[in-house]
């Protein structure tokens, strides 16, 4: 997710279809209808990125059990779901989050109806380029048919900025991100967390897929108590939540990257794996030696790497090393689709990577963001109740689709 005016206006527009197209004793999968719009506003996508970057450091200092699968809309930026609040529900279109672990909508939009309580606490929380304050309420909370969640807390905000496209947002972040958002409640439960303790899903863990945009679009997959083993062509591999601050406080593991067979971009590192964050963003001095390495120059119109077509036939795997496995974006999965160019300010055919500039130096306990371009080549798995990250390959992994 990314909360800015001018990068939602690339949000895909979406419907939900009136019933779910797959059903089984383990999960429930939603299909949704989209179409791309363009990109529009003052800052180019890496900009946004790093604002978002600042944001998440900054904040950082503070039935039967089953599995259910709800389809979701990758926009190349964000995705987003169609979100029942109230009894009966009323629609509401969510950006989901990883990065982030309030719920909230929109007060202009929210119908109260006989399952609204309002707790007359204050709730704040700054995303970067976006950011809303209101009140709390708790509220029911509709993701799927199986998936009804009682009391749930909400955020109904009476202000709001860089939020135009969408409702609000769904959070599935940790929820120590929590802290400090809500007037006097230490933290408040996610969704995931209330999920798992009534018991609707088997364990407090969600399984994220998507497949790569292109010029019409992608789509994802959302699981959750479970991982969809339909969608991996590998086992998942865990790893612990990183120890080191902040990171450790978000989806954050330690990794080593490296280009090529031997050259070392990124040394063993902390930094966070985000749905929000569109590109792989590494600290500065990590991105200069990549961009030493790949060539190039950054590209005012839409502040990432620009190589020539020469240059890109030179390119190497890019090689992320976390716990005992490697997972690589091979040279086609380092560029930006060259199909969606000019939704971000680009020239048509050119070739833009997909890595850039976290804007702060190494060392800060944050190094390294591994966001929507990492994440659209790997199936990954949130679980809280073992603190770990997992990741697996899908059929994208190596696949041309840039």
């Excluded at 909508?105 to 119908?111: A, E, H, L, T």
């Excluded at 999920?195 to 998507?210: H, N, R, W």
């Excluded at 839409?302 to 992320?320: C, R, V, W, Y």
Aim: a neutral charge.
């Amino acid at each position: 997710m990314f909360p800015s005016t001018a990068i939602l206006s690339l949000l895909l527009a979406v419907v939900s279809s009136a019933t779910p197209i797959r059903r089984d004793s383990n999960k429930v999968t939603l299909q949704f209808a989209h179409q791309v719009n363009a990109l529009c506003g003052s800052q180019n996508l890496a900009e946004i990125d790093r604002d978002r970057a600042i944001a998440l450091v900054n904040n950082a200092g503070g039935q039967k059990a089953h599995k259910v699968s709800v389809d979701v809309t990758n926009t190349a930026v964000t995705y987003t779901s169609q979100v029942g609040i109230g009894s009966p529900p009323t629609k509401y279109t969510l950006l989901i989050d990883t990065g982030s672990s309030n719920t909230w909508v929109n007060g202009k939009k929210y119908v109260k109806t006989g399952t609204s309580e309002k707790t007359g606490n204050s709730v704040n929380v700054s995303y970067g380029s976006g950011s809303f304050s209101g009140t709390e309420y708790y509220d029911t909370v509709t993701l799927a048919p199986e998936l009804v969640i009682k009391r749930q807390s909400i955020g109904v905000a009476s202000n709001a900025t860089g939020f135009d496209d969408v409702d609000g947002i769904l959070g599935i972040g940790p929820v120590d991100l929590t802290k400090g958002t809500v007037e006097n409640e230490h933290t408040v439960p996610t969704v995931t967390d209330n999920l798992s303790k009534a018991g609707t899903i088997s364990s407090d863990v969600i399984g994220i897929f998507y497949s790569p945009a292109r010029k019409e679009g992608g789509s994802g997959e959302l699981t959750w108590g479970g991982v969809d083993t339909a969608k991996i062509t590998s086992d998942i591999n865990y790893v612990p939540i990183t120890e080191t601050a902040p990171a450790s406080r978000f989806w954050g593991v330690n990794q080593t990257i490296t280009y090529g067979d031997k050259k070392t971009i990124v040394p063993l590192s902390a930094g966070i794996v985000d749905t929000g964050t569109t590109l792989v963003l590494l600290a500065t001095d990590y991105f200069k030696q990549y961009q030493k390495e790949v060539g190039g120059g950054v590209d005012v119109a839409t502040g990432l790497i620009k190589i020539t077509h020469a240059e890109f036939s030179k390119l190497k795997n890019l090689n992320f090393k976390i716990g005992k496995h490697t997972y690589s974006l091979t040279p086609n999965a380092q560029i930006w689709p060259r199909s969606l160019n000019t939704k971000i300010g680009g020239e048509e055919g050119s070739i833009y990577l997909i890595v850039s500039d976290l804007g702060t130096t190494s060392g800060q306990g944050l190094d390294f963001i591994n966001g929507y371009a990492f994440l659209e080549r790997f199936y990954s798995v949130y679980d809280t109740t073992n603190r770990q990250v997992g990741f697996a390959t899908t059929d994208y992994t190596e696949a041309t689709t840039n």
